[in-house]
Nanobody
Framework: QVQLVESGGGLVQPGGSLRLSCSAS????????MAWYHQAPGKQRELVAQ???????NYADSVKGRFTISRDDAKNTLYLQMNGLKPEDTAVYYC???????????????WGQGTQVTASS
C-alpha cells in the first residue's frame, strides 16, 4: 500500500504564506504525476496545480503567479508554496499521487487525508 501524509496547513492573515508538504511512503516502485486539489465547504474538489514526472507544471487560473508546485523525488515529497493568500483560497487541500508498486503493476492514484488552509483576518 501507499500512504500519503500532508502537513503545513493552518490559519494565516490575507496576504500571508504557507507551504504544504505531502510525503509518500510504503510499497512504491515509481511515482508519476503529482497534484494538489482543494475543496471549499459546499463545493466540488478542484485542481489547484499539478506537476509531471518530468517537472512540467500547470496551475488553475486563480492561483497563477501566487502558488508554486514542486517535487523532491529523492524524498517522494510534493510541495505547494502558497503566497499572497486570499480568503477565497480557504479550503481543505488534498494531494494526489500516481504511483506504481512494481514493474508490472498498474498506475494507481492515491490521495492524502487533507489539510485545512484558512486565510482570514
Amino acid at each position: 500500500q501507499v500512504q500519503l501524509v500532508e502537513s503545513g496547513g493552518g490559519l494565516v492573515q490575507p496576504g500571508g504564506s504557507l507551504r504544504l508538504s505531502c510525503s509518500a511512503s510504503g510499497s512504491i516502485f515509481s511515482i508519476g504525476a503529482m497534484a494538489w486539489y482543494h475543496q471549499a465547504p459546499g463545493k466540488q474538489r478542484e485542481l489547484v496545480a499539478q506537476i509531471s514526472s518530468g517537472g512540467a507544471t500547470n496551475y488553475a487560473d486563480s492561483v497563477k503567479g501566487r502558488f508554486t508546485i514542486s517535487r523532491d523525488d529523492a524524498k517522494n515529497t510534493l510541495y505547494l508554496q502558497m503566497n499572497g493568500l486570499k480568503p477565497e483560497d480557504t479550503a481543505v487541500y488534498y494531494c494526489r499521487v500516481s504511483a506504481k508498486r512494481g514493474t508490472y503493476s498498474l498506475w494507481r492514484d492515491y490521495w492524502g487525508q487533507g489539510t485545512q488552509v484558512t486565510a482570514s483576518s
